[in-house]
């Protein structure tokens, strides 16, 4: 049974927090100190191949930028996880014919880099887009995540290419920051800000260029094993994406079913059977959808509880503390207190 892509769904690889400590250790912060902070068990660092919950990476990211006070540590840290740190799926890349064939793996097998985004290439001209939408609204660590995803994808097509690149363009979805200069030192040129979506652009002559590395034998190995790991993980399809999608459009004003299917061109019965052969309903969608919201408001926001209840739909408090007790096992005033 597949199942939606949630703040609990454990699909982060380790190496990327890994990555995220390292940094935060060289930056003068301890990282006993930002696991405390965090609430986040060292064990579950233990395994080199294990997955973290969204949330817990977000916990640790969130932690990280108020420590670290490193404004721009998004951007220092895009730059760090190179090839290798994508694990399987940076192999692949680096062993394909060309950057062409780098991206059309990647984009088939993104999904086992446990990303909170979708990812689509878009042709411009000359030009070819990789478009970043975010699979669920991650509020104040929107700018955090769209950096380090950016500069991680430049930082690699750079290397794969192997010289620096000229006629890219950048575009992030969140407004110019106080340290906007920064970005120009990372990505040649100064990106757009307050953009629909994160996206990065490339001329199409550098797709053709043959990688130094290519190995067909190891991308066949690496697709072999991709395929596996997506089958392991259990990832969503492309309309419960969509389905998700929508309801976080509309926080608080959640359409119906009927609604729903309306605006995802497509009936009330087939959306609902489309869910139902997926082992759940539009009803369980919507509860996860709200009960993500809920822990994300209640960890990183000091929203007052009837706030947060009117956020999610709920016309009074009292619902909305019974939907959470159901969902958690605890009172949101005991969740935001502590574990």
Known sequence: MKQPLTFSAELVPVAYAEALLSLVEELGVARAALLA?????????????????????????????QLCREPALGLVLGQRLNVSTHGILGYAVLSSANL????????????????????????????????????????SLG????????????????????????????GFAHPAPTYAARYATVFGMT???EQPCHWLSLPKAYLQRPMALANPATVQMCEQQCEALL????????????????????????PDLDS?????????RSLRRHLSAMGTSYQQ???????GLALQYLSTTHLPLFEIASLLGFSDPS?????????????????????
């Open 37 to 65: 902070n965090a609430r986040v068990k060292p064990e579950i660092l233990g395994n080199p191949n294990g997955r973290l919950s969204f949330l817990d990476f977000n916990q640790l990211a969130s932690v990280a930028l």
């Open 100 to 139: 062409g064939y780098a991206l059309q793996f990647a984009m088939k097998y993104y999904r086992v880099l446990g990303l909170a985004y979708e990812l689509e290439l878009v042709e411009q001209g000359d030009c070819l887009q990789l478009r970043a939408t975010e699979s669920f609204p991650m509020g």
């Open 143 to 170: 700018r955090f995540a769209g950096e380090g995803l950016l500069a991680s994808f430049f930082s690699i097509a750079r290397f794969l290419v192997g010289e620096e690149l000229r006629g890219q363009q950048v």
């Open 191 to 193: 990106p757009q800000f």
């Open 231 to 254: 089958a392991s993980l259990d990832v969503q399809d492309a309309l419960l994406t969509r389905v998700r999608r929508l309801l976080l459009a509309r926080p608080g004003d959640f």
């Open 260 to 268: 729903a299917a309306r605006t995802l061109h497509t009936s009330g």
């Open 285 to 291: 969608v919507l509860d996860e959808v709200r009960k």
């Open 319 to 339: 619902n909305f503390r019974r939907a959470f007790r159901k969902w958690t096992g605890r009172l949101p005033s005991d969740y935001r207190a502590g574990p």
